[in-house]
């Protein structure tokens, strides 16, 4: 097996914690919202059409891989299995202190085997 540093070392910045909940806050918000008033509300947010439709995306998979989005009340879990067949777990919480970036990448596809919990 070829060598390699656990993938949640040095992966990205922390952020503070304010940012993280202010973050969570508004994927709730915009995620409550049908599709064209989130996308609306996005774009008045300052983002681009582009991004607007990243973030839409991002929900939609989310919601669909786990009935949940991660946001200022509940985390998603996700497990799959990497390139090498090993099992990874991925944390979404953008009120984590890290996170792992929105939108889907091919080191943490979205899976049916992701699950939301919320904190009581």
């Known amino acids: ?42 774009l008045a947010a300052g983002l681009d059409t582009w991004a607007a439709e990243n973030v839409l995306s991002y929900l939609a998979e989310q919601r669909e891989a786990c009935g949940h989005i991660p946001d200022d009340r509940t985390i998603v879990v996700e497990r799959f299995r990497d390139e090498l067949g090993d099992w990874r777990v991925v944390i979404h919480s953008p009120s984590a202190r890290r996170s792992t970036p929105p939108g889907p990448s091919p080191s943490a596809p979205a899976s049916p085997s992701a699950t939301a919990w919320t904190p009581r």
């Open 1 to 42: 097996m070829p060598g390699r540093l656990p993938f949640w070392k040095g992966d990205q910045l922390g952020r503070p914690l304010e940012l993280g909940r202010a973050v969570g806050a508004f994927l709730r918000e915009v995620g409550s919202q049908p599709k064209e008033d989130a996308r609306l509300r996005l």
